[in-house]
RNA sequence: GCGCCUGUAGCUCAACCGGAUAGAGCAACGGCCUUCUAAGCCGUCGGUUGCAGGUUCGAGUCCUGCCAGGCGUGCCA
């Protein structure tokens, strides 16, 4: 595997300008606005010190008898006040500019002062929402372009498992941006280079004076087996070894035969690989493909230029790059190896020669990267250098979104019985004969056409949905029957919950752009659902801040389950009051719209029914 | 050795910049289908947040030291 697996924390952070120009709540940014001005007064008549201002902090509370939005500011300002929290709460509020967003104010606890938000705004907010198209989100004041470099494979094997992480939340994270209205570029780093390369192609080479052209194209067909073939002559002979090493040589220097030989493998491994992104339901495509070598001519050029900028030092035959940064196991600087000793170039070169292409061609504010863990010192090493070598601006966002490592359910690193890699296309087979067996069970009566395209959906959507929903950061437990079993915290219940309000509207015969009259939210569940349908927005953008599509998964889940509690305790087209009917059709059509939305920012796909 | 990550209910995971009573799902147990799809809803049970200190009005969250696991640490990617 190249680039297979979350979220480092760099000794060097970097800015993010995202969350400068980052749009927030509308409602906190009012309450903010409020409350700053409410503490200039209180500067003015001298309650305050002049030096006592500092952001203020607005959070949704968790219990609703704590109201809908909370500030802490009392508690923060207590101390160089002079007084008590709860004193200084009161002083707070009774300074606040009046505002028809505000129904209520309470001081509850320590000091907290509780803010209950008016019907009428949440009912306009709603309004808002259902009448645009982009559901109110908020788009960037200036968008950005962002790199994201995602998934990644090695074009010398198949796509296992260990390739879902990057590919999935990857490309999640890729179209939330895009709905929030940024400039994305993917980039499919592929490993069609290196050392493993020179083995196959040394293998390859071997195999053309023994089979013929159609065996040897059958058995390329099998990667896997080619490659575990290749490894086995690699690992048993030193001269084989030596051959491809020297091949991966004569590659660099452009050697037509080994060109030609290395053109099959990747048109090859690249139809597999888009085999597998389409099964899924990830949006790269060929053009997205820029793998290591488009870079090969550039490294010669990155070792000269880091040469000329005096950074560049030969130890022990190589060219290295060392900082202070970094130290070794004895403490003295740790290289980065940017030309081997046999004049070889290595990963780190291509990785700033990418660095480079990203941020001058490409034009990148912010720079992604959707890969294993494993490798944080190296993605540290090469942001640090990049910028040092001036090949990236200071002011460019470089962050590892990293990922932690797949797991069996034994906690041990993924494997099938025989210790083999788990083939990705062998999992989604199996996920969608699951879902296939499920949906016939429930739903007898559907035509296989139909059984079919549910059984695809649910399937590949239980698989990317367990990814999804996990924390990045942590380890992976990859657990089959989990994953497929369909009940909780998973896909279905998604899909299912669209499917509800899709079987409303079918029933009734009506769009859901055919709502109107007025919100009436009388019933605590269908407050609730209101209250979290206006925060879709703010959760895209911590999506896209963090790269933590599990936020998304997190939103979704509640705001279903707030649906179906709602749906299972308000009768909509039962409803005996039309006035009552209309509004909670419109609550209904909000949900759905926003559920498909969130459901197809994530890659799954909704379904009318199931 | 040094560095990074992880440690929360039996299991899998949440917990927004330090905030109020640490939440879900699975599993277990008990209710709810003549009424918009029961892949659902409602409820019960389940916790010394690895351990010990510290900072704070307030700590799962920040700091220090331990313990356990994983990963990384010069010519792979």
Not at 200 to 205: G, W
Not at 261 to 279: K, P
Not at 428 to 442: D, F, H, M, S
Not at 558 to 573: K, M, R, T, V
Request: glycine share 6%; charged share 25%.
């Amino acid at each position: 595997m190249l680039r297979v697996a979350c979220c480092v924390t760099s000794p060097f952070p970097v800015q993010s300008p995202a969350s400068q120009t980052a749009p927030t709540d509308p409602m906190k940014e009012r309450l903010i606005t409020l409350i700053e001005s409410a503490l200039d007064t209180l500067i003015a008549d001298g309650t305050l010190p002049a030096d006592a201002k500092r952001p203020v902090q607005i959070d949704r509370t968790k219990d609703k008898s704590h109201g809908d939005f909370a500030t802490n500011i009392a508690l923060m300002l207590a101390k160089p006040a002079g007084m008590k929290p709860r004193d200084l709460a009161e002083k707070v509020i009774a300074a606040l500019p009046q505002d028809s967003a505000i129904a209520k104010t309470e001081i509850a606890g320590p000091g907290f002062i509780n803010f209950f938000q008016a019907s009428d705004w949440l009912n306009s907010l709603l309004d808002q929402a259902l009448a645009d198209k982009h559901l109110s989100v908020a788009r960037p004041e200036q968008p950005q372009t962002v790199v994201v470099d995602y998934s990644s494979p090695n074009l010398a094997k198949e796509m296992h498992v260990g390739h879902l992480r990057s590919s999935i939340i990857g490309d999640a994270v890729v179209r939330t941006l895009e709905f929030l209205g940024h400039n994305v570029v993917r980039q499919n780093h592929v490993g069609d280079w290196g050392t493993q390369f020179g083995m196959l192609l040394a293998y390859l080479d071997e195999q053309k004076h023994e089979e013929s052209a159609a065996e040897l194209s059958s058995e390329l067909s099998d990667l896997e087996g080619f490659y575990r073939a290749a490894k086995q002559r690699f690992d048993e002979s030193e001269e084989f070894a030596t051959r491809a090493r020297g091949l991966v040589v004569k590659l660099q220097a452009h050697d037509p035969d080994c060109l030609k030989l290395w053109g099959e493998f990747n048109s090859i491994s690249l139809s597999h690989c888009q085999a597998v992104y389409d099964r899924l339901g990830v949006s790269l495509t060929a053009d997205d493909v820029r793998g290591e070598s488009a870079y090969n001519d550039d490294l010669s050029q990155v070792v000269a230029d880091l040469d000329a900028k005096g950074l560049l030092s030969e130890d022990q035959g190589a060219q290295c790059v060392f900082m202070d940064e970094y130290k070794n196991k004895e403490g003295d600087p740790l290289p980065v190896i940017v030309q081997k000793a046999d004049g070889g170039y290595l990963y780190a070169t291509t990785d700033l020669a990418a660095l480079r292409y990203r941020a001058n061609t490409l034009g990148a504010d912010r720079m992604l990267y959707f890969v294993d863990q494993r490798q944080a010192l190296h993605f540290q090493q090469m942001f640090s250098l990049s910028k040092l070598a001036g090949f990236v601006p200071e002011s460019t966002e470089l962050s590892h979104m990293g990922f932690g490592t797949m797991n069996g359910p034994d906690g041990r690193p993924f494997k099938t019985r025989d210790g083999g890699t788990v083939k990705l296309i062998d999992l989604l087979n199996e996920a969608e004969e699951r879902a296939y067996a499920l949906v016939k069970e429930k739903n007898p009566q559907l035509d296989e056409e139909e059984l079919r395209t549910i059984a695809r959906a649910v399937g590949i959507g239980a698989v990317k949905y367990a990814d999804l929903s996990k924390n990045r950061s942590s380890d992976y437990i990859f657990n089959f029957d989990q994953m497929l079993s369909f009940e909780g915290n998973t896909a279905p219940y998604l899909l299912y919950a669209y499917t509800r309000v899709a079987s409303i509207f079918r029933k009734a015969e009506l769009d859901m752009t055919q709502v109107s009259g007025e919100f009436l939210l009388q019933e605590d569940a269908e407050q609730a659902l209101a209250a979290r349908l206006v925060q879709f927005g703010e959760v895209l953008q911590s999506v896209a801040e963090k790269g933590l599509p599990n936020l998304l998964c997190l939103y979704l889940y509640e705001l279903a389950g707030l649906f179906s509690s709602f749906y299972e305790h308000c009768p909509i087209l039962n409803s005996e009051d039309e006035a009552l009917k209309q509004s909670r059709l419109k609550l209904a059509a909000l949900t759905a719209r926003t559920l498909k939305q969130g459901m197809e920012l994530l890659g799954l796909t909704p379904l009318e029914r199931m």
